[in-house]
């Protein structure tokens, strides 16, 4: 018999699970196509996913952009992507961590296995467009998982600068969900064997522990954490800033007190986020990020 719960954890748990459903829900979008060459297709005609694409004097650098968890390198991106494009940039992006049998929803495989699979997209892309570094934007897991990739697998050598929208860096409470994981004796062993990327994204996993000992950043990587204060899923919204040299943390509502984006909405629609993720892809020729933003 299960321990006697309280009632308020176990509705934030609950809450917690539908934020997480919702979130995977968000990722698609009315048409969207059911397999991914006719996505990719669409990402190509929308100007990004170009190998054709050459970096110019003014944007040098390719953009990867690395989709979160549940999202795919289509749908996490039709609001940012052509926003880039528009600007300039060569911009890609890359499908990882996929589980055999699910389609679309990819991001969930183990993270320190999804970061090898970004380390040869890079060096896909840079062999592509000729340049010698590329810039990482990244939507939640998927701008913390680059910090494994700068440190552990060279990444920091063809990377300059690493941008992450609502990044799990340290970990999430998801709510206080994993605070019931001891009443519920074998659901932590389902996590790691369904979708160990989000047993690995637990605050005080063996992932995590790993990660951010020692320090959150390496040499010669530019960081910024663009956050916002009503995110509901990675949780403390200021576990997701990092400490160290070279690294800008960003508060979305400093820089526009009516923006009421939570963790999906930041990633996917949010151009006032978009205008800081362009500054700090391009901080020489920074502009004034305010409400105004939301409508440039």
């Not at 005609?45 to 004097?57: A, L, R, T």
């Not at 494009?85 to 060569?90: A, H, T």
């Not at 991001?107 to 890079?122: R, T």
């Not at 994204?201 to 990587?221: A, C, H, K």
Request: hydrophobic share 40%; glycine share 10%.
């Amino acid at each position: 018999m299960l321990p006697e719960t309280p009632r308020r954890p176990l509705r934030r748990a609950l809450r917690a699970c539908a934020v997480l459903l919702l979130a995977a829900a968000a990722t698609l979008v009315p048409g969207a196509a059911a397999t991914a060459a006719p996505a990719q297709t669409a990402a190509v005609s929308s100007g990004w996913n170009d190998y054709s694409c050459k970096p110019s004097v003014r944007h040098p650098r390719p953009v990867v952009l690395v989709h979160g968890t549940f999202g795919n390198s289509v749908d996490n991106w039709l609001g940012l992507a052509p926003y880039l494009v528009k600007r300039g940039y060569c911009v890609f992006s890359l499908d990882y961590g996929q589980l055999p049998g699910v389609p679309l929803f990819h991001g969930l495989g183990p993270v320190a296995e999804s970061a090898k699979q970004l380390d040869a997209y890079v060096d896909r892309v840079l062999a592509a467009t000729g340049a010698a570094e590329a810039d990482l934007v990244g939507h939640s897991q998927g701008g913390m998982m680059p910090r494994y990739y700068l440190k552990f697998l060279g990444g920091a050598d063809k990377v300059n600068a690493l941008v992450g929208i609502a990044p799990s860096n340290h970990g999430t409470t998801l709510l206080g969900l994993t605070e019931l994981l001891p009443y519920f004796p074998g659901v932590g062993h389902l996590l790691n064997e369904k979708t160990p990327a989000l047993a690995d994204q637990v605050v005080g996993s063996p992932f995590m522990t790993r990660l951010n000992e020692g320090g959150d950043t390496v040499p010669g990587v530019r960081y910024t954490v663009i956050a916002t204060r009503y995110d509901q899923v990675v949780t403390p919204h200021r576990s997701q800033f990092l400490d160290g040299p070279d690294v800008t943390n960003v508060l979305i509502q400093d820089r526009c007190l009516l923006d009421v984006s939570e963790h999906v909405a930041i990633g996917l629609t949010d151009r006032i986020a978009f205008h800081e993720v362009a500054n700090a892809l391009d901080p020489d020729r920074a502009t004034t990020v305010d409400c105004l933003s939301a409508v440039s």
